[in-house]
């Protein structure tokens, strides 16, 4: 579990490195599943969990599914059942998730 | 004028007549544009994905057809325009569900591009003229003028279909 809410430079800098490519490469994907599949995206969750601030702020700026990700690396999954499929729902509980920690 | 990455991804789209006409969103994809929806992304079998409850939640043509047909969508022989009605195009790869578009008064196709949230500016929809493959399953439904597509809104408190969230259930 991410324990801080400031990434090293470096992390950074790859996160939003892989981030770009893999928005650019799944931009016109309809599913998300399809999307969390791709190897950038893979690389994001390898990185670990002190990326987990990081994607919290990816998804304050827009409800991108990062939520595979978010569940792989925390073991959580704050979204209720009914906002399931609801992006912008789905961002705020995690955002909401990320605060009570300091994660966002 | 279409952007770079839209001109390389769709290059017909051009001589197609394409415009994009809303900002990128990436709150919903193109099956929840055909059902009216903005705030969801429609997808069988997919944990971040909303499937309407009784459709297959599996990813075939049949279970896109279901889905649409949950929010009033119903079998038609193709895709050329019939005034009073709405048509959804469901394209496939080797049987297995790409893309869903709609069609618009005046028969042009509409279509969502994924989730296009892209920084620093993208696309979302896209309009044209062509009509989809013969090879696509097409349905139809009664032209609804409160779809966003249409440009105007439900009215709030007004019956039937919500517009800005999947149907309850």
Known sequence: MATTTAPPPTLTSRFRTLADEWRAATRFLASPAAAAEHPAYRAVVALGPDVVPLILAELADAPEPWFAALRELTGADPVLPADRGRPRAAADHWLAWGRARGLA | ?169
């Open chain 2, 1 to 169: 004028m279409l952007s770079p990455i839209l001109q390389a991804a769709f290059p017909d789209l051009d001589a197609d007549g394409g415009a994009v006409t809303h900002p990128p969103d990436p709150a919903y994809n193109c099956v929840a544009w055909a059902a009216g929806v903005t705030d969801a992304l429609w997808w069988p079998a997919d944990p971040d994905g909303y499937w309407p409850p009784g459709a297959p939640d599996e990813l075939t043509v049949a279970a896109f057809v279901a889905a649409l047909a949950s929010v009033g969508y119903a079998p038609c022989t193709d895709g050329g325009y019939e005034p009073g009605f709405e048509k959804a195009a469901v394209y496939a790869r080797g049987g297995v569900p790409t893309h869903v578009a709609r069609q618009l008064a005046g028969g042009r196709w509409s279509s969502k591009l994924g989730r296009d949230a892209g920084r620093g500016g993208g696309d979302g929809l896209r309009h044209g003229r062509r009509v989809p493959p013969a090879a696509c399953r097409v349905i139809r439904v009664p032209r609804n003028p409160f779809h966003p597509a249409n440009g105007r809104r439900q009215p709030a408190g007004r019956g039937g279909r919500c517009l800005d969230s999947p149907p309850a259930g």
